[in-house]
């Protein structure tokens, strides 16, 4: 027999590739708990803007000082993690002691008097153990600012307009007689502060959904109008009044009933509510859902090469207009109930555009186990070395004419091994996937499939007809970019065998409109199959826990942080405890559009970095035990509600607490 040359050189191509492919796997699957080492090889280029005047005064995950990046050879995770813990340090360092430190304090950040009463919020607060740090706070201000420029009569008669409602009078807290959501919690928890505050009207919003969204024009006048009252204010002089009004003058308020607008495009009353220079202003909404969406073709705003580096900007939908199509809250909101013009409703979220005033949430307040924090005696080490998330595809109501641009399904899809080997393949390659699939001995059916061995199948007569022809993709999320995002699973081409085995992701419930009285969906089933419903202990198993919106913020998010596993959040939500978490301090910021996930995933599921994602879900884990405890929910609605007392009040400009002067 002979060996042409030709047949030579094929032979040695074959044993080249051969050894090739056994070296790349042997480096993503030697052992069962390292990732694939994650080197950075993209360009560092970066797209900063500057925060809406409506953001927060200060925020605690200001962005980085270009000039820190240590250069290409780094990764500019390594530059996030060391400016948080620089941020975190400065933040402690503000801790104050004692009222005298907590009046100063209060005076040089607010440029007012604190309120009445002041001297007594901060004995609860040291009573109960509260970290007095008045930066923490920030939120309670940014709400009520735009407030000093409403009459205080009027902010008394939208009060007592209110739908639903919890009333204090002499001590005591009444509610309004209709059962809805979350009043039961919050009026539990101010139940237990009655004794402590004046009189007030409290009107509560019990819809999911944020109620209250300004325009830009008419929100700046209200913020003139605020920083007048600063002006006027004397923090030389003590306050006049020291106390405050009398029941007779909320009982004498005639009532001020709200308008509310129930149908149209929500992203349409959002972007007016956008500064002007943002680039929401120049998008209307899309009226046809049916092509796939669009992705930032660069670093996304509020980011640092990539990775999101300013917390409020990274959830503001003013500077990513992408936005409107790729979260279900702007394609179509479960239910459409808000208000253009300004009137206080308190929530447990909103939107950075909205003029909700914040509580905290009522989950997190709630003995309901679901949410409620559990023990999580497992130690990083032995954790699974995965990523997980379980949940419904709720996020608003996702139909055959829009689902694919909703982004819990987005979410799904991005670590689906088997969706990101087939657009991969697709994307390189004329030959249909199912007659490569067939070539490797598969059915057509399994192109459609979960194939993770934690996502479990309902009995054969729940499950979708199966399929003969492959259906398109859904084509409802981007592929890699290795110009923005370098992966190493993805240059060895491995990155559906590396997602295969280290994502735990699935949906446990498609929630169909309309509705099938299944799990599934006729239209998206054939994508998904069904995980496993897990409880938050099972959940604790894994080291790497994705918490992202849902109809509007995730109610888990807390148990995670008082976990000991790694948070990694996406979110377009504002929450009570945001100026008290610093990103890549207490958990990992993910951008909304997700194009970063596999990126922060390789980061930390490499063997060298794992004590980094261990050394944040501890943090976050202490740091949630010191200040996000009930006791320190209670000293916030506490102080918040004195704080919007005061603004009730026709004497307000005088009022205040003069200790400590």
Known sequence: MFITTRTYGKALTLVFACLFSFLVLSL?????????????????????????????????ST????????????????????????????????????????????????????????????????THDCLVIEDVFDQIYHDLNPFWGMPAEQIRAASAGAENWIRIRDGKVTRSERKQAFISQWFDLIQQLAAFLPDMDIPINTMDESRIIVPWDQMNTYMNSFKSSLSNSSLTKTPSIESFGKTAELENTPSLEPTWIKGGSYWNIVKEACPPETLASAFEQDTDFSTPPSFPSQYPNGTYHGFASNWTLAKDPCYHPHLRNLHGTFVEPISLKTSVELRPIFGGSKLPVNNDILFPAAVYWSEEHLFEPGNDPLPWSEKRDEVFW??????????ESNWKRFHRHRLVSMLNDTQVERALY??????????????RGEGDNQSHDQSSSNVTHLSNETLPEPITEPLPLPQNFPLPNDDLYPLNSHSLGVLPQWLRRVSNVAFTYLVCFPATGDWTCPYSGPWYSRGDSMRLDQMYQSRYLLDVDGNSFSGRYLAF???????????????????????????????????????????????????KGE??????????????RKEDMLAYVYRLLLEYARLGDERREEMGFGGEL
């Open 28 to 60: 993503i699957f030697r052992d069962n708990i390292h990732g694939i080492p994650a080197r950075w090889h993209g360009p560092f280029i970066s797209i900063e803007r500057k925060p809406s005047q409506t953001a927060l005064d200060h925020d605690s």
């Open 561 to 611: 942080l008082r976990s000991n596993s790694l948070p990694i959040k996406a979110s377009i939500y504002s929450e009570w405890h945001d100026s008290r978490l610093i990103p890549w301090k207490h958990f990992v910021p993910m951008d909304n559009s997700f194009v970063d996930i596999w990126s922060i995933l390789e980061f930390f599921m490499d063997r060298r970095n794992n004590g």
């Open 390 to 399: 379980r949940g419904s595809g709720t996020g608003g109501r996702n139909k």
């Open 615 to 628: 050394a944040i879900a501890t943090d976050g884990r202490r740091w949630a035990e010191m200040v996000l």
């Open 426 to 439: 697709e994307a390189q390659n004329p030959i249909p996937f199912s007659s490569q699939a067939e070539a």
């Open 63 to 126: 962005s980085l000082d270009h000039t820190s990046s240590n250069g290409a050879k780094g990764h500019p995770i390594e530059d996030l993690l060391k400016n948080a813990g620089h941020q975190f340090k400065t933040l402690i360092g503000k801790r104050t002691y004692g009222l005298s430190q907590a009046a100063r304090a209060y005076r040089k950040r607010r440029r007012r008097h604190p309120p009445p009463h002041f001297d007594r919020w901060v004995e609860f607060a040291e």
